[in-house]
């Protein structure tokens, strides 16, 4: 139910997400990533640095991959300038920088592509901008491929539906084919294979945690819910982002989900080999280690015997079970064929809040109210549920019947026109700091919008990178670092669970 | 990159973490503090010392909600927010009291 605010008779006027900046020539050309070291690389089979033919090993796999994926080859022959994109990123919009206008990144790689794959590249580069992979042309890859999230905004408004994001997977795949990887998603991909998730969590450290909050839930509620680990022969196996075990507001989100398991009398269980839903290999453009690491999964759902897998709030890791992980990991013919492979936790919370298995107090969450942050790879690169636009739609009626008081932000901020959190993408590290605020203002200003006139004091949201970035960049523009919430978190707060002692007594 | 120290080179990474973890001291972590404009009192020392005994079981830093219940029971419940944790560390208690400690970085979406 969408509350009548008493703001919201007079709306004040406050500056548009969306509008244009001015132009400012190498205003980012400074902001790199770190560079991965020879360590990191070699463990992902990586050159550790820098080759010495680099030039004519980029081209080589340019030409391999635009050979292995037609889209590839599509999105760099069918770009005819029209603009439509251009103001739709928001690293252009924070920035101003006119490389992080969508066609200017893609044409970093589009021009050394018509050099070496295109008649005219060939013969007469200077009519068609073709030029030569230069150290200079290298460097701008390095720095503009990673100021993109991969949130596909722009190719919403692309009337060739042109995704930047697979252009920037690409550049990324070569770059760490010629040895010039960057640290932050390769050191955590090595993490994965080495300890079994992003954070690093042993599972001894990771049992450990989950008792303990069994413990405190109990505490709190009277309720004895359990968070399972490794159980043999459980129903459900939940796939969940590691920084579920570590971070708020990702932790309140985790006592969430198992809350909506305990009341729904769920046979659910964690698993210590698939503790972690990310898949940041696909940040990398590299399909092999993201077959890897969805293979994890799979691994681990037929060693515990379960009957179907549902993943926790996380953005790209839906993006890859819903889109990928069959063609990745599959045929999934061992699981229950009555659940859809996979399942979203928000699927299955919104279907026990429908039937009645899970009741909700909604004046639990009085203190706040709340708005939806649509995550990108939710938003544009998935559905939930069976019907289209389910997945703007269950993780609204999800915290509409969690809270009393919602609003949603300007309509060309959310939903399939969303803007990133400034933090996707592989791009959630600190000394990227500076353009992951610069990347959050749209989304802040459209914040701001409803805080202004319709009294909103919290922004809920699916998925863990942008649950860390809000955290980090809210403060930033004047917003409290807690007033980014975890969906299930709203969950937890309103749900009604029976204590044992009570149930008894009935 | 390092930290000098006692007529001593002490490798870091670029942000500052330790490269080998065995060479923190408290005097070093004094250091490291300085650097990232921390005036370390007793109140940070409890974070950093429990961090570095959780660290020794577990092999990884503590989850946030684990250190402020832990912090909640030695030092009393006014002390178990995470507002409290970055008054104490403004960068971050994950980030910047496992630098201090001597920790390795946590890594991923956090």
């Known amino acids: 139910m969408d509350v009548q605010h008493p703001f919201s008779d007079e709306t004040t006027e406050l500056p548009d997400p969306t509008e244009m900046p001015d132009i400012k020539v190498g205003a980012m050309a400074a902001s790199k990533p770190y560079v991965a070291p020879c360590t990191i690389q070699e463990a992902l089979n990586y050159p550790g640095e820098l080759v010495e033919n680099w030039q004519e090993k980029a081209v080589a796999k340019l030409g391999d991959l635009v050979g292995r994926y037609r889209s590839l080859k599509v999105f760099l022959d069918s770009c005819v300038k029209c603009g439509a994109c251009t103001d739709k990123c928001h690293y252009f919009l924070g920035t101003g920088d006119p490389k992080n206008m969508p066609v200017a990144r893609q044409d970093l790689l589009r021009k050394v592509y018509r050099r070496n794959f295109t008649l005219a590249g060939k013969y007469a580069p200077w009519l068609v901008g073709a030029v030569d992979l230069t150290e200079e042309v290298l460097d701008d890859w390095y720095t503009y491929f990673h100021q993109c999230s991969q949130c596909r905004r722009c190719s919403v408004f692309c009337p060739y539906g042109i995704d930047t994001a697979e252009i920037s997977m690409a550049a990324r795949e070569i770059m760490d084919h010629i040895g010039k990887g960057q640290k932050y998603s390769n050191e955590i991909i090595g993490k994965v294979f080495k300890i079994g998730n992003n954070l690093g969590l042993p599972p001894k450290a990771l049992k450990a945690t989950l008792e303990g909050l069994e413990e405190e839930i109990e505490e709190e509620t009277g309720a004895p819910v359990k968070l399972p680990l490794d159980e043999q022969g459980a129903d459900i196996l939940l796939v969940t982002p590691s920084a579920d075990f570590f971070a708020s507001p990702h932790m309140e989100g985790l006592i969430g989900y198992a809350k909506v398991f305990h009341a729904a009398g769920a046979k659910w269980t964690l698993s210590s080999h698939a503790s972690e839903a990310a898949n940041f290999a696909m940040f990398i453009g590299s399909y092999e280690t993201m077959r890897e690491i969805s293979l994890r999964i799979r691994k681990a759902a037929m060693d515990l015997g379960v009957k179907r897998i549902i993943f926790g709030e996380c953005g790209h890791a839906w993006r890859v079970a819903y889109s990928f992980m069959n063609t990745l990991a599959g045929p999934f013919d061992f699981l229950d064929p009555k659940y859809p492979v996979p399942q979203h936790i928000l699927e299955f919370t919104e279907e026990q809040i429908a039937n009645g298995t899970v009741k909700l107090d909604k004046s639990k969450n009085d203190h706040m109210t709340l708005t939806f942050h649509d995550s990108c790879n939710v938003a544009r690169a998935s559905r939930m549920g069976p019907k289209p636009g389910g997945q703007f739609d269950i993780p609204r009626a999800v915290i509409k019947a969690s809270v009393n008081n919602y609003h949603d932000m300007a309509d060309e901020t959310i939903k399939e026109k969303t803007f990133c959190c400034g933090g996707g993408g592989g791009l959630l590290t600190d000394e990227l700091l500076d353009l992951r605020k610069k990347g959050a203002m749209p989304r802040m200003r459209a914040l701001k919008e409803v805080e202004v006139n319709h009294g909103v004091t919290h922004m809920a949201a699916i998925c863990a990178i942008c649950k860390a970035q809000f955290s980090k960049v809210l403060p930033e523009y004047g917003f409290d670092r807690e007033a980014i919430v975890s969906v299930h978190q709203l969950v937890s707060n309103a749900i009604i669970l029976d204590k044992p002692n009570e149930a008894e007594a009935d | ?110």
């Open chain 2, 1 to 110: 990159m390092g930290y000098h120290f006692n007529g001593q080179d002490i490798a870091h990474d670029e942000e500052g973490y330790l490269t080998d973890l065995s060479q923190w001291n408290a005097d070093l972590a004094l250091l490291i503090a300085k650097d990232e404009n921390v005036a370390m009192t007793d109140e940070h020392w409890e974070v950093v010392n429990f961090l570095r005994e959780y660290y020794d079981e577990y092999q990884i830093a503590p989850a946030i909600r684990v250190l402020t219940k832990a912090l909640a029971k030695k030092m009393g419940p006014e002390k178990s927010s995470n507002k409290y944790l970055y008054e104490l560390f403004p960068y971050g208690p994950a980030k910047q009291a496992c630098k201090i400690a001597g920790l390795p970085k946590p890594t991923g979406c956090v």
